[in-house]
Every structure is written in C-alpha cells, then in structure tokens.
C-alpha cells in the first residue's frame, strides 16, 4: 500500500502540468456538447423511467439507448455474451481504449408517480428507485461528448460505452466479463445516482445468490400425515440453520432469504418449497466461506426432513476494487464544474419525501464531498466488481434524490424522473466526459490509475461465479 500512496504522490503531480487554457477550452467544448443534447438525454431518461422495465425484460430501454448512440455515429453490436438487452457502442480506433458503462434496468414493486407523495403509477409495477433511468443516459451522453472530440480531431483513440443490463438482480456484467468484453480498455468509467456528490473510494461487497427447491410427499395434514414428507419443514430447518449460523459469522457478513413458495393450503403436507439465499461478504474469499456452510445445512434439513432437494446457483459477484487515482482526477473535475444548486420548489419536493418516510428533513444535497480515505465495503454490491476485477475502473456518485432518504423505494422513483434527478444526470454526465477528456490527452494519468489497479489486485486470479450458458429470468 505504501507503493500505491507513493505512486500517487510522484503522478498526480502531472495534472497540473497540462496546459490550462488548452485543456480549460476543451472541457468547455465537452460541457456545450453536453448541454446541446441535454433536452434529447432527458427525453431519453424520461423514456426509460416510464418504461421501467426488470431485469433481462429491458428492451424498450436498451432500444433508447441503442438507437441514440447509432444516431450519434456509433457502431452498435446488439445482443453480446447472448444477452438479449445487452449491447455496446463505439466510436474511434486504436489506443487508448477507454470504456463506460451504463445500466437501465427497474426495481420490482415501487412504481410511483411523479410526486413527493407514495401514490403508485400502475400498483405492483417497477419502478427506478435506483436511478439507472439516469446511469445509463449520463453515461451515453459522456461518450457522445468524447465521440464528437474524437471526431473533431481534438483526441485520438476508442470509445466504447456498455449497456449493461440486469444489475438490480443477476448481475448481468458477470456474463460480459466472462465474454472477455472488457479485457482490451485501458480504463473502464462508471457512475451511479446517490444522495451526494462525492468521488467513490470505497469497495462493494461481494455475494453469491442461489435457489434452493425442497421435493416432499404430500398427504393429509389430519389423516394421514405419517404418509407425508414436508418440503416446507426442510426450508424451516434450513432457516434456522442460517439465523443459528448469523452469531458465527464476521460482523461484516450479511445473510439474507425470501420464502418463494412454501405450499398452498393449510389441509395438504406440503411436496415442495422454494427460497432464495443471497450471502454477503466483504470479499469473494469470504463469501465463499458462507456458501460452503450454506450448502451443508441445505443437505442436512433435507435429511432430517426425509425429502430430496436442488441447489441452482443463479450468480455470484465480487467486491470492487477501487481506484483512488482516478477518484483524484474526477475531485479535480467537480470543482471546476462547481456545487449543484436547487430552486426552492426542488428542496420543498426532496423535504416532504423525507418528511413522508418518517426521515430528518434534509433537502437534497448538491454540495462536493471532499475524498475519503479508500474504505472496505459498508453494504451494497454490484457487479461492477466483476469489471474491476479484470479492468481498472474510476467511478462516481451524483446526487440524484432527497439527501438520506430510503433507496430502492418510491422516494427515489419519485426523484429520477423530475428535475432533481435531472440536474444530476446532466452533471456525472459532464463529470464522467471531462475526466475521460483528462485521460486521453495524458498517458501518464492512464499509467497511474493502471499501476494503482495492479497493485491493489495482486495476484488474485478472477474467475466468473455464475452457472453456463446464458443469463435465464428468475423463476
């Protein structure tokens, strides 16, 4: 760690060795561009809010932003690492070869309307309570931007934006990075709404997600119950052998199931269960650690419930690997753009949200976050961590909601597709292009987010823990 700290220290001395004025117009040209096809990207963002479609059922969304980006002079290739939704756009030709990637899909369940009141849009829909509405729309913008940079003369080299799909559930980059469809950028950007603005240090944490279907015997609960076998006592057993298990575990494990099926009628010994398992950990190491005891107490309630069972494993992630480096780059990039202010109208929407989910009135905050100290996992994951584990990634968050209000919910639904997410939109849009700029006019800055991802990798080789074959819809 010592030689990353000193790294850092010897290269980020050659950002200030740019020449300024050239690189103060050059960042201006990618802002106008920004803001010349900012009515069409909020258009676009507003499309896909509306659309809100789930995991692998993204085609309208993926059709937006496809469409856009080959009216933009991309060459688009539809349908990569055999994943309907999935594509990737790119412009220019040799090195460096810098990648963005943007995700579109909808949570389950939180459709809600354009207001800062609950009040669904259709009742049970989805709903973008994670803002992807906005990730991938900002993300394409930043490209068009560099694209037209590229095309102008200005800089040399590739572009190449990824749709990434299925994020919210299976972790559709998984399959993409098994495909090799990272392994030749230089660097890869990412961005993601938050509830402030702040230049991401810090690592996700790693998980594995599997299913497991409990086959018993059915037979009269009163009659004749002798003759059955219960699928649903061996899910009972396996539950109280994961919560008996949550005092053995790290602090900074997570254990988490929801209960699919679990029989029909209170009259009937039930022949079949089923439950999903997602295991959390700080790293893939770990997490497997907590798969592996997963798996014995799985075997064992089915054993001491006399009924056979499955074990699907649906995908695996690993913890991301963060770049402090590039974080370095894009703090220089926020402060020439400047804090994102609200009309008051703005604050009074983002206050009675939090005042409806019960939370400290707040506002939204658009104010720059110094960096923090690069920090191990505090909760989410991603499968931007796949990427990073094969590619060096810079990464981003902008405010897009009500400041610590509840995420994946409808008060955040009810922020992407109004002005508040927006103005965050257009700003990592902005954010991720001037940094990409910084990256290609300098090669020494590339070197330095590269040497930083090596060191920080070490000698872990990567390996994709999903099932063959493609993606499937989660039954």
Known sequence: MKKIILFILILFVSISSYSQKRMSKNKKALISSIEKHKKELIKISDNIWKAAEPALLEFKSSKYLSDYAEKNGFTVKKGVAEIPTAFIAEYGSGRPI???????????GISQKKQPTK???????????????????????AAVAIKE??????????????????????????????EGLFDDLDVCMDWHPADEIEASTQSSKAL?????KFFGDAAHASGDPWNGNSAVDAMELYTTGLNYYREHIRP?????????????????????????????????ANVNILYERAKKMAKGASMMANVDYELNLIS????????RFGAEIIQKNFELLGEIEYTDDEINYANTILKETGKELKGIDGKIKPIKPTLPAQGGSTDVGDVSQVVPVVRLGVTT?????PWHSWAVVACTGMSIGHK?????????????????????LIEGVKNEFLERKGDKVYVAQIPPGPPKLID
Request: a negative charge; glycine letters at 12%.
């Open 424 to 444: 965050g939109m257009i700003y990592a849009s902005k954010s991720l292009a001037m940094t990409m700029l910084d990256l290609y006019k300098n090669p020494k």
């Open 149 to 178: 940079m590229i095309e102008s003369g200005e800089i040399s080299g590739t572009v190449r934006f990824y749709g990434t799909p299925a994020e919210e559930t299976i972790f559709g980059k998984v399959w993409m990075v098994r």
């Open 316 to 323: 695996g992630i690993y913890e991301i690997i963060p770049n």
């Open 252 to 284: 900074t494990a997570r254990i988490h199931y929801d209960i699919e099926k679990a029989g029909d009628v209170v009259n009937v010994v039930p022949d079949y269960a089923q439950i999903w398992t997602r295991l959390r950990e700080n790293d893939k």
């Open 98 to 108: 810098i990648g963005i990637m943007g995700e579109f899909d909808a949570n389950l």
């Open 401 to 405: 909601a009500s400041k610590d209000g």
């Open 119 to 141: 009040e669904p849009l259709v009742k049970g829909a989805p709903g973008h309570g994670c803002g992807h509405n906005l990730f991938g729309t900002a993300s394409l913008g």
């Open 208 to 212: 594995v997600d599997f299913r497991l």
